[in-house]
């Protein structure tokens, strides 16, 4: 009888243990997981209205698009936004007429400045 | 006075060849309504080898563009040098172009010809589209374009 009862409390020493420390983790995992949906629930209830980061564009992307694909794939044009790689190095351009002498090429008589009018 | 009209003789026979050797040409471009944005034109001279010898005009003032000039960007590389003080802004549809230029004499009945190259953004490039022998008889008569100039002239 003795006996038995000593291998009763033996064995529920050791069950309790075991199963504390697991019984223990399991409820931390289940509250792990029920804390994200309450979250995602509590956020579609405070529902926090869309807004625009910036609204200030008026480019219009289609037409650049257009323009690009026939100016070799570029997303620049005369009017738009400096961000070709003409705006970092000027110099690529020509000097416009009548900023400096035509080119010395024989074919101009004289460094006398070309006349121009578009009607 | 003898020695006064040699000298008088000698400067003016120094002084005309000097003036004669160039004169202002007026050049008339007129472009069809090809219902585009402006046109980038490259007015160049070849010699009679077909060689370039050089530009006369460049309507567009961004170098990134000279690419679809195709003719004029083959023979100079799209070289700005080439036409600094000879640019101009793109030529809109419908519009017309009059450039005054001094142009030596040495052009003229040469077998000189002027080539035009133009490209339009959204729409084909066009490399030659006009090609006209510089001569005395060819002022004055104004010739078609193949696809965006309706036509072109020059006088002196």
């Known amino acids: 009888m003795k006996r038995t009862l000593t291998l009763l409390v033996a064995s529920t020493a050791l069950t309790a243990a075991v199963g504390l420390p697991a019984w223990g983790a399991m409820r931390a995992m289940t509250d792990g997981i029920t804390r994200p949906i309450s979250a995602i629930a509590d956020a579609e209830r405070e529902a926090v209205p869309l807004m625009f980061i910036s609204d200030d564009n008026d480019d219009d992307d289609d037409r650049e698009y257009r323009r690009a694909s026939f100016f070799g794939g570029d997303d620049d044009d005369e009017e738009d936004d400096c961000d070709d790689d003409d705006c970092g190095d000027p110099a690529r351009n020509p000097a416009p007429a009548g900023t400096v002498s035509p080119p010395q090429n024989g074919l101009f008589g004289s460094g006398t400045p070309p006349k121009v009018q578009v009607n | ?156």
């Open chain 2, 1 to 156: 006075m003898k020695s006064l009209l040699a000298a008088l003789a000698l400067t003016t026979a120094l002084t005309i060849p000097g003036i004669a050797t160039a004169r202002p040409v007026a050049l008339t471009t007129t472009l069809n309504n090809y219902g585009g944005d402006g046109a980038y034109l490259a007015l160049y001279v070849t010699d009679a080898d077909g060689a370039y010898a050089g530009s006369l005009w460049m309507a567009g003032g961004k170098s990134k563009y000279y690419e679809h000039l195709t003719d004029w960007y083959r023979a100079t590389g799209g070289d700005p040098a080439q036409i600094n003080g000879i640019t101009g802004a793109s030529v809109g549809a419908g519009r017309t172009l009059e450039i005054t230029l001094d142009l030596a004499d040495a052009l003229f009945d040469a077998g000189y010809t002027l080539h035009i190259d133009a490209a339009v953004e959204n729409m084909r490039d066009s490399p030659n589209e006009v090609a006209v022998p510089l001569t005395s008889e060819g002022a004055d008569n104004p010739v078609g374009g193949r696809r965006y100039v309706a036509s072109f002239g020059y006088s002196m």
